[in-house]
């Protein structure tokens, strides 16, 4: 397994421990998930905000950005859609 797609898992498991679970909420004020289907949610954000922190490490480290790039999608394999892992770039 991927060294950033194991610390962003890593990092969303430990990130929930600590983290109280809320409700969401439709602008009626309806819940629109279970309490497991938000639970979800915010280990797939924890994971994928872990996989951009590791780019961003990665790219300030001075490495390639096609090298960053690359660890980035082995890290969000899964996890958001598209080449750049829910994050659209202006460049």
């Given at each position: 397994?991927?060294?950033?797609?194991?610390a962003?898992?890593?990092?969303?498991?430990?990130?929930?421990?600590?983290?109280?679970v809320?409700?969401?909420?439709?602008?009626?004020?309806?819940?629109?998930?279970?309490?497991?289907?938000?639970?979800?949610?915010?280990?797939?954000?924890?994971?994928?905000?872990?996989?951009?922190?590791?780019?961003?490490?990665?790219?300030?480290?001075?490495?390639?950005?096609?090298?960053?790039?690359?660890?980035?999608?082995?890290?969000?394999?899964?996890?958001?859609?598209?080449?750049?892992?829910?994050?659209?770039?202006?460049?």
């Amino acid at each position: 397994m991927n060294v950033l797609r194991t610390a962003a898992l890593l990092f969303a498991a430990l990130s929930l421990s600590v983290l109280p679970v809320a409700q969401a909420h439709d602008h009626d004020g309806k819940d629109k998930h279970t309490a497991k289907e938000l639970k979800v949610d915010i280990e797939r954000h924890q994971a994928m905000a872990a996989a951009h922190q590791a780019a961003a490490q990665c790219l300030a480290s001075g490495k390639a950005h096609a090298v960053c790039q690359k660890e980035l999608l082995q890290a969000c394999k899964g996890l958001a859609i598209g080449k750049y892992c829910g994050m659209r770039h202006a460049h």
